[in-house]
């Protein structure tokens, strides 16, 4: 069972367009991070999100923590060629013993034509 | 720049052959993960050490063993390579005593099998 999953899988979309990702679970998360990976190349870390409701903005990109904490959206604003990439959500769980396990959604996989 | 370093970038090895890959860092991190990913889909967590503790993920295959000698090198052996084994495998690090378990990740090493 996936604990985390990512909507859409693929999307394609013309230069200039908005878009959303989501990003939903069952469970509670101490906080969700946000990567983006180019092909060939390992995820680089965009955002933590990590209070219920909290809103982060990275330039055209646009990150929300659900109120529950239990899901979070990307919004990106006038997509650009360089934007396409695997875009991966990972929320954090806190397990016993205090060990955090990190948990990777399903992924989606924009492309942006020029 | 502190770094998460993986050798080589690619690498071919034979159907039964052991291999072995290589990660590095300077971020004086001291979690250290091991993920496989493949086409697109999202890293697959293989192991992690917490320090010197090793954790193994419960449906990793007994093929699949690591080695972290000190905080700064990790290493993944493939002890009998099958086809099924073919992907891209990720090192990633993250700091425990932060708020988060923010990800780190190296450039990845792409293994083929042939």
């Known amino acids: 069972t996936q604990l985390l999953e990512q909507s859409p899988q693929f999307l394609s979309i013309q230069e200039g367009e908005n878009l959303t990702v989501y990003c939903n679970s069952s469970?509670?998360?101490?906080?969700l991070q946000w990567y983006r990976q180019e092909p060939g190349e390992g995820p680089v870390l965009l955002v933590t999100?990590?209070?219920?409701?909290e809103v982060k903005k990275l330039k055209r990109l646009t990150f929300q923590f659900g109120d529950a904490r239990k899901d979070s959206s990307l919004h990106i604003t006038a997509a650009q060629p360089g934007d396409t990439g695997l875009y991966l959500c990972?929320?954090?769980?806190?397990?016993?013993?205090?060990?955090?396990?990190?948990?990777f959604g399903t992924g989606t996989k924009l492309q942006v034509i020029p | 720049d502190a770094m998460v370093i993986q050798n080589p970038r690619y690498q071919v090895t034979q159907f039964g052959k052991p291999v072995t890959l290589s990660c590095s860092q300077t971020?004086?991190?001291?979690?250290m993960y091991w993920y496989q990913q493949k086409s697109s889909q999202a890293p697959k967590l293989l192991f992690h050490?917490?320090?010197?503790?090793?954790?193994n993920e419960a449906d990793t295959p007994d093929n699949f063993q690591s080695r972290r000698p000190n905080t700064s090198f990790c290493f993944l052996d493939i002890r009998s390579p099958g086809l099924g084994d073919a992907a891209m495998y990720l090192c990633?690090?993250?700091?425990?005593?932060?708020?988060?378990?923010?990800?780190?990740f190296g450039p990845g090493t792409r293994l083929t099998v042939t």
């Open positions: 050490y917490y320090d010197k503790d090793f954790n």
């Open positions: 469970s509670v998360f101490s906080s």
């Open positions: 990633a690090t993250s700091r425990e005593g932060g708020f988060t378990y923010e990800q780190y």
């Open positions: 971020l004086n991190h001291n979690v």
């Open positions: 999100v990590v209070t219920g409701g």
């Open positions: 990972a929320g954090e769980l806190r397990v016993s013993g205090g060990y955090q396990k990190v948990t």
